[in-house]
């Protein structure tokens, strides 16, 4: 195990995937942090809200789940294609081994990239907006789920890659998989995020000349058991717990990272069942 971990390491820091995501998941905090900055400059705070560094230096691992999809279809994707694996098995590995020494190099490779986030929003954000306002262990509270959100990506993108022998497929599979989810998220916000009551306009007189504006119950607001499953949902998908953090709407850390736990556990459970009843070529 030691062995496979420490090759697995050796070709990350070579892996031009992992520094090409590395770099552009930096630089697009940088963007964002610049952008902002120039809006403060040029409207202010009254008219563009309150900026604060919290969202920068936690917030980037709603649009990472995509980059780590590319990356893990490939790096792992490849030990197939080049008959990897066939040979670790044949020399005597374990399969359970091989399997588990992938998820690890993809969690610390997607730990890694959330942390290069984090560290380029701080050293972005704080000078440009402030210290943060949030304490400082609700802080390391959304850090520590923005971890396991990262390894609970890990183990979804090394489920498919170990489950698909072709690397293509694999790539194409897994970065699909990542806009997916995102996109799934991205609408439970929204429709979790639907006011109850909306404003309507009632016109009272014979010519229409004159209205009145009333609150009327709005018919997108989701109730009863489907809102209770897309907050689970929400909670529960590591998209959705990025989101979240960026947001900083985070009502129950402890629960997402209860979450994230449960899918690193039960991906990595399912993918050894059914790794070891492969039949590898």
């Known amino acids: 195990m030691n062995k496979l971990l420490h ?88 399969r359970r081994n091989v399997y588990l020494a992938n998820f690890i190099t993809c969690a610390v490779a997607s730990c890694a990239v959330y942390l290069f986030c984090c560290l380029a929003g ?49 790539a194409i599979i897994c970065i699909l998989s990542g806009i997916l989810l995102l996109c799934i998220s991205g609408y439970l916000m929204n429709a979790l995020q639907q006011p109850e009551m909306v404003e309507s306009v009632e016109l009272f007189t014979s010519d229409m000349t004159e209205a009145n504006v009333v609150l009327a119950r709005n018919p997108h607001y989701v109730t009863g058991f489907q809102r209770g499953l897309y907050e689970f949902l929400h909670e529960f998908l590591p998209t959705g717990q990025g989101l979240q953090i960026n947001q900083l709407t985070v009502a129950h850390p402890l629960r997402l990272a209860a979450y994230s736990v449960v899918i690193i556990l039960g991906m990595n459970l399912a993918g050894l069942y059914f790794f070891e009843r492969k039949d590898i070529k």
């Not at 552009?24 to 940088?30: E, F, P, Q, R, W």
């Not at 980037?60 to 040979?87: A, Q």
């Open 122 to 170: 701080c050293a972005m954000a704080i000078p440009m907006f402030g210290r943060p306002e949030l304490p400082t262990l609700r802080l390391f509270l959304l850090l520590g789920d923005g971890i396991l959100a990262c390894i609970a990506f890990a183990a979804i993108y090394n489920f498919i890659a170990m489950s698909v022998p072709n690397k293509t497929h694999t």
């Open 7 to 94: 090759a697995n390491l050796i070709r990350l820091w070579k892996n031009k995937a992992f520094w090409i995501g590395s770099i552009v998941s930096v630089l697009l905090i940088v963007g964002a942090c610049l952008n902002q900055y120039i809006l403060l400059r040029k409207y202010g705070t009254e008219a563009y809200g309150d900026l604060h560094p919290d969202s920068f230096m936690v917030g980037s691992i709603f649009f990472l789940g995509v980059i780590f999809s590319v990356f893990s279809g490939l790096f792992v994707g490849t030990e197939y294609s080049d008959g990897v694996i066939r040979n670790k098995i044949i020399t005597g590995t374990l």
